[in-house]
């Protein structure tokens, strides 16, 4: 798949139509967001004890250290592993891989 990926994939003869269409369209509404200020963003930030779930896939996120220790999760945060293609033999990553696995304090 050499043309797949930003920008050569506007050069794909089964998609790129499509995908300058979608890039043109994202861009237009990204312009008026700016202009008209109609999103705006808030954030919060915690530090919280987690571990990677057992299969690797997902985050567990804790209220405390004793919930951690009794399994009790709070939350999980599903995790998507890379999706474009590799021509190499190197790992499709996630952000779980980055995280403690079950059993250990991060």
């Known amino acids: 798949l050499p043309n ?3 920008p050569k994939i506007f050069n794909d003869e089964a998609v790129g139509g499509e ?16 202009e008209d200020g109609s999103m ?12 990677r779930s057992e299969d690797g896939e997902d985050v567990h996120v804790y209220e405390t250290e004793a919930d ?3 399994g009790n999760v709070s939350t999980t945060f599903c995790m998507l592993r890379q ?3 590799k021509e190499s033999d190197d790992p499709y990553l996630s952000q ?6 079950a059993g250990y304090k991060d």
């Open 4 to 6: 797949r990926g930003y």
């Open 19 to 34: 995908a300058k269409k979608l890039f043109h369209d994202a861009q237009t509404m990204l312009n008026q967001i700016c």
């Open 40 to 51: 705006t963003l808030k954030g919060v930030v915690g530090i919280f004890p987690a571990n």
């Open 96 to 101: 779980a891989d980055f995280v403690a696995p």
């Open 68 to 70: 951690r220790e009794s």
């Open 83 to 85: 999706q474009a293609e």
